[in-house]
Each structure stands twice: as structure tokens, then as C-alpha cells.
């Protein structure tokens, strides 16, 4: 049973660029939430999305994020225009639709702006 | 907001010693979930607390969840080499389906 997949495990993009990152949930999850990590810090909400649907978004800046899980693929968090202080490692997690208690995260993705 | 604060920061200990550190909350959560990150890897989880006073083993490690429902322990006995890395607390307020909200950390080290 394959867990978290999250893609591309590093990405480097310069000032003004588009940041796509992706991430599949693990089998028979349909609850995916992104978190954003500093270094040395610990991993902070960024957004809470079900099949087709953001459920909180509470912790995305208003500008440049986005967040979608289509019916079918993966969840891709778009970062547009990036600047250097979007340097970050982010975090995908997935949890059951019966309980959303336990969320089991993936690799993450190291987004290095230059 | 609501924030996390995990002690110690950091802990330099010895193989073979026994481990404790905890969460404390300024708010009270319904989930606690405890978790393990190595460098360059995601959190991954040891143990999940869903009730006040609950005390909860795996393996090695025994968590409790705080009757206040406000803080959380973590205790790691005989440690060996491959429990180096940052530990991290994570409580959810209504419990299931709902972001977590994360401690700031405790590092890990074994001294040889």
C-alpha cells in the first residue's frame, strides 16, 4: 500500500516563475491538506481539500496560492510568481474519509526560489 | 492564534536513557498526534491521543494526553541511535477532519 506521493521531491525556480507541486493521496483517502515548513520551524496549514472541494483555506496568503483536487489526479498547490520568501519545504498529508484524525504525510517538496 | 509550545528545544542524551518531553497548549485540543520528521523527510506518525487522561503505548514510546486536554507528554525509554531526529506535537480543536496545528519541536541527538 503505497503512501503520500508527492512530486517533484525539488524544485528550483527562479524569481517570477509558476511553482506547481503535486500530490496523491494515499489509496481510499479523499482528504488532503498542505502544510508549508521553514527551516528549523515546525509545518504550518496552508489548506484543507476534499475531492473537488477546499473545505479551509485559512492559512493560504490571499495572493499567488492556489489549491485544487480534481475529481481525477493528483492535488497541485500553484504558487504564481514566486519570490524568494517562498523558499519553503512543503508538506502534502492525507487522511480517511471516515476519520480525519490521523494524517499521514508525504515526502514533501523543497521549492528553492533563486 | 492558537500556538504549541513543545520543551525542551533540544536534548543531548545518551544511548540507553530514557526521554521526556512535552506540549503545552494556551487552548484546549481534542487530538493530540505525535510525530517523527528525519532531515530532508515528512513527519511521520508514532502515536494518536483521542481522549483526556488517555495514556497510549508503541513500542518504546508512551504518550499522554493532559486531563486539562491543554498539554501532551511524550516519553522515548532506552533510546537507541535511530530515534535521533525532530519530534513534533500536533493538536486538532473539534477532532478529525481539520487542520493540525504543530508544536515548534523537540531535536533529538544521541551522544556516542
Known amino acids: 500500500n503505497a503512501g503520500v506521493m508527492q512530486n517533484p521531491r525539488h524544485l528550483v525556480r527562479r524569481r517570477g516563475q509558476e511553482a506547481r507541486l503535486r500530490c496523491s493521496p494515499m489509496k481510499g483517502h479523499s482528504h488532503v491538506y498542505w502544510y508549508r515548513q521553514l527551516p528549523e520551524e515546525g509545518l504550518k496549514f496552508m489548506v484543507y481539500l476534499q475531492k473537488e472541494n477546499i473545505i479551509d483555506e485559512s492559512g493560504m496568503p490571499k495572493e499567488r496560492f492556489s489549491a485544487e483536487f480534481p475529481k481525477e489526479g493528483p492535488s497541485i498547490l500553484r504558487i504564481q510568481q514566486v519570490v524568494r520568501g517562498d523558499s519553503a519545504a512543503y508538506f502534502c498529508?492525507?487522511?480517511?474519509?471516515?476519520?480525519?484524525?490521523?494524517?499521514?504525510f508525504g515526502p514533501g517538496t523543497r521549492l528553492t526560489v533563486t | 492564534g492558537q500556538q504549541l509550545n513543545q520543551s525542551p528545544q533540544s536534548m543531548f542524551i545518551q544511548e540507553g536513557e530514557d526521554v521526556s518531553m512535552n506540549c503545552t497548549s494556551s487552548s484546549i485540543f481534542n487530538t493530540w498526534l505525535w510525530y517523527k520528521q528525519d532531515p530532508g523527510e515528512g513527519p511521520v506518525l508514532l502515536i494518536a491521543l483521542y481522549k483526556a487522561g488517555e495514556l497510549t503505548s508503541n513500542g518504546r514510546l508512551t504518550a499522554q494526553f493532559g486531563i486539562t486536554r491543554k498539554d501532551s507528554f511524550l516519553n522515548i525509554s532506552a533510546s537507541i541511535p535511530s530515534d535521533v531526529g525532530i519530534y513534533f506535537c500536533a493538536g486538532q480543536t473539534a477532532g478529525g477532519n481539520e487542520k493540525l496545528t504543530f508544536g515548534t519541536g523537540t531535536r533529538l541527538t544521541i551522544i556516542p
Open positions: 498529508a492525507s487522511s480517511p474519509p471516515s476519520s480525519g484524525y490521523e494524517q499521514y
